[in-house]
């Protein structure tokens, strides 16, 4: 354990003082005598007390003072009160040590001026001085302590909160890239995969439209690694806030739902237009989500999907996808992952979503402000 410096000094200067009674005691005046004796010992008994912040130390302390004011023939000894007191206010409440402080005074003013005992010595006054002193200097020390606790304490919370604001950064980082790479990716798959068994079957029956088929998944891969790109553009950017590279626009809504029809699934569109009424980010999450939801319908589904956009109500916009629900295909594929990332989006957002089966098929359904943030930045402000 690491010694307290404070604690050293005071024991030292204590000694010191008895060592100079020690050799009053041997070589002064009143070398000798019981009285230098009985102070030098009582003072060393007290050392050992009082540094362990022991009460008995202030019994001790008090001895001496009236002892001191006594006969002050043992120079030096005079201090050791006050290193007694010193050592005792370090480790002690405030109430403690002034009522220690007090109590020594008392034992000198008494020696000085209580008529049946008083002696007629003098120094009561400095010792009323020194008492003043060692509880204040005690204090203080204590105080300066309790600081130091309270900023180190201070420092390891704001690194603690600095630690767990870059483990969120970083865990939003990667749920938004994961986000990324399933909706941007899993639709384009979906169209490689059809086209490819088309490709596959036409092959030696209809070599022309196997050629097209080839076309559609070459057209498909090439949206792949463009849209790969854009994410690894968002690993490589310094700022965790990037900007979509290309702004969502009623033409792109159009070429994803002319991409969904190409690989056979029957989409019915009501309201689009309704979309350009959304902020630039909330434009890109509708694009994604549409993309997810209609793959799900792709996949799940009996191959049609009804896109309902409802006119901005209380500054929402509506995006609704429904299609019929196959029970046992929707509940023998799929990890989820594209839902939980959907509503991700839409929280970010301060959106609502909700998925799940109706009375009329399989439905998603989201709330998107009309006056969203354009940057994620602001989405956490």
């Known amino acids: 354990m690491r010694a307290d410096r404070w604690v ?16 009053a005691a041997a070589v002064g005046d009143q070398a000798g005598t019981a009285m230098l004796w009985a102070i030098l010992g009582t003072g060393a008994a007290g050392v050992v007390l009082a540094a362990r912040a022991s009460s008995l130390a202030v019994v001790i302390a008090c001895l001496l003072a009236a002892l001191e ?11 050791v009160a006050g290193g007694l007191l010193f050592l005792f206010a370090l480790r002690r409440p405030l109430f403690d040590a002034v009522a220690a402080g007090v109590l020594i005074a008392a034992s000198a003013l008494s020696s000085t001026y209580v008529p049946w005992w008083a002696s007629g010595g003098e120094g009561a006054f400095g010792f009323v001085a020194l008492v003043v002193a060692a509880v204040g200097v005690g204090q203080w020390v204590q105080a300066q302590r309790r600081y130091v606790v309270a900023e180190v304490g201070r420092r390891r919370q704001e690194a603690e909160s600095r630690r767990q604001e870059v483990a969120r950064h970083v865990a939003e980082e990667r749920l938004r890239i994961a986000r990324e790479l399933h909706d941007s990716v899993a ?8 086209h490819t068994n088309v490709a596959r079957a036409n092959l030696t029956r209809s070599p022309q439209v196997a050629e097209r088929a080839l076309g559609d998944v070459q057209a498909a891969t090439q949206s792949v690694m463009e ?3 854009v994410v690894l553009g968002v690993l490589r950017a310094s700022e965790s806030d990037p900007v979509p590279p290309t702004p969502v626009d009623a033409a792109m809504i159009d070429d994803l739902l002319r991409s969904f029809e190409g690989i056979g699934l ?3 569109a009501d309201g689009l237009d309704h979309l350009l009424a959304l902020a630039p980010l909330a434009l890109t999450a509708a694009q994604r989500l549409l993309q997810e939801a209609l793959t799900n319908a792709q996949r799940y589904g009996d191959g049609a999907a009804a896109v309902v956009v409802d006119a901005p109500v209380n500054g929402y916009v509506t995006l609704s996808v429904r299609n019929a629900w196959v029970p046992g295909e929707t509940t023998s594929a799929g990890s989820g992952l594209g839902l939980v990332g959907m509503e991700e989006r839409v929280h970010l957002l301060g959106g609502t979503f909700h998925a799940g089966p109706d009375t009329d098929g399989f439905l998603v359904s989201a709330q998107l402000p009309a006056t969203a943030p354009r940057t994620l930045k602001e989405t956490r402000a």
């Open 227 to 229: 849209e790969l790109g």
């Open 69 to 79: 004011v006594r006969d002050t023939a043992p120079y030096g000894t005079w201090a």
């Open 266 to 268: 029957r989409v019915r």
């Open 8 to 23: 050293f000094g005071g024991v030292l200067a204590t000694v010191a003082a008895l060592a100079v009674g020690g050799v």
């Open 187 to 194: 639709h384009h798959l979906a169209v490689v995969s059809v």
